[in-house]
């Protein structure tokens, strides 16, 4: 047993937020934590564990905790509010209970790496004696706005038209995320995002899904004030750097992809020439935005396969239906390879943290539609700051209109302002790439990481 516990630096449990876009970075940060020699419990609640699909990683152990709703999560919760205070309540039990009974395996862990949403884990862990790093699974320009929201720093219900913040550029009180510039929307979700600093000083490491030339002033402010370390783009490693053997997937997912479909349908058509529509896991569009969606799509005249939850597939008129022999509609897809296939000419996004650097990453100009929370910033940056596609603006309504969204499609699509997005992408798509190679800024920084690591579990042991 003795023998066994020195074969590794560091024993961390890693716990994300149970959401697929939460799950996702954390899991594949864990694959580099392994490369180096790291033990890897990844830390799900049960009612997740039961819905995913595609548990496809080996290296890694998997626990369960309770969020106190253990046959439905969220969706079995009375409101967001009641299964947060649940969440945070019985994920700390049960959490504690799992540290308890780990504490007599052959590695008892020594560090917590816990999603931002949940600052309880850290209690937990310091409650223990245990390291604990929290993970940012947004941007740092968005952590560091609801920063300012935490310390007073920046007012509420907002009262300026711009805003100035340091390492920022300049923004519009219209770029900052939906809670602030539509105070008292979702009033739990905004509480969750600015309480996530309620402890964070307690924090051995602050760990972000981000590279250094991506936000680099706001990056430079954050480490005066946190332990803040870049370690991303937190990607499977064959879009990447290929140093990960077989790493072509997350790992896990609580959707079936119709995989085959999708790049059989993709094979077919011209370079260059699709555009792919997703919203992502979370979101969906009303029936009224949805409609405008499907004629814009049709009348750009371009091929499109287009990502709509089964939920919602009852929205889309018809006749459109009916005549849409130029797009394929399906209710998941493997986003990885329709990135990267030679067929994509453009992405139309909600802009979802996720999504957004995946995008950027495999070099792939956008269409910026954000809905809701951290997009709305997320379409600001990708639009003026990494001049990597354009925003469909939304109308009084808030409804993005057939011909702003053809318009769009036209712009990247046929123009040669399309040509300067697409090769500002694949500058952005060659720095991610540098940036998790070996000896790259964010490979030092997780190299650093795990070095600070095993000295801080050898002087505790």
Known sequence: MEKERKNYVAH?????????????????????LVQRGVKVTLVTVVSNWKTMSNKNFTSIEVESISDGYDDGGLAAAESLEAYIDTFWRVGSQTLAELVQK??????????????????????????????????????????????????????????????????????????????????????????VVVNQFSNIDKADWVLANTFYELEQGVVDWLVKIWPLKPIGPCLPSIYLDKRLQDDKEYGVSMYNPNTEACIKWLDDKPKGSVVYVSFGSMGGLNEEQTEELAWGLRDSGSYFLWVIRDCDKGQLPKEFVDTSEKGLIVSWCPQLQVLTHEALGCFLT?????????????GVPVIAMPQWTDQITNAKLIKDVWKIGVKAVADEKEIV?????????????????????????????????????EGGNSDKNIAEFVEELAQRCAALN
Request: net charge positive.
């Open 350 to 362: 909600h802009c979802g943290w996720n999504s957004s650097l995946e995008a950027l990453s495999m």
């Open 102 to 191: 780990l504490a007599g395996s052959s590695h008892p862990p020594d560090c917590v790496i816990y999603d931002a949403f949940m600052p309880w884990p850290l209690d937990v862990a310091k409650k223990f004696g245990l390291l604990a790093a929290t993970f940012f699974t947004q941007t740092c320009t968005t952590n560091h706005i609801y920063f300012h929201v935490y310390k007073k720093l920046l007012e509420l219900p907002l009262t300026q038209t711009e805003y100035l913040l340091p390492g920022l550029p300049k923004l519009e009180a219209g770029d900052l995320p939906s809670f602030l510039n539509k105070y008292g929307s979702y009033p739990g979700y905004f509480h």
């Open 12 to 32: 961390c449990l890693v716990l994300p937020y149970p959401a697929q876009g939460h799950i996702n970075p954390m899991l594949q940060f864990s694959k580099r």
């Open 401 to 437: 209109r057939r011909e702003t969204i053809t318009h769009c499609i036209k712009e990247i699509l046929e123009t040669e302002k399309g040509n300067e997005l697409k090769k500002n992408a694949t500058k952005w798509k060659n720095l991610a790439k540098n940036y998790v190679d």
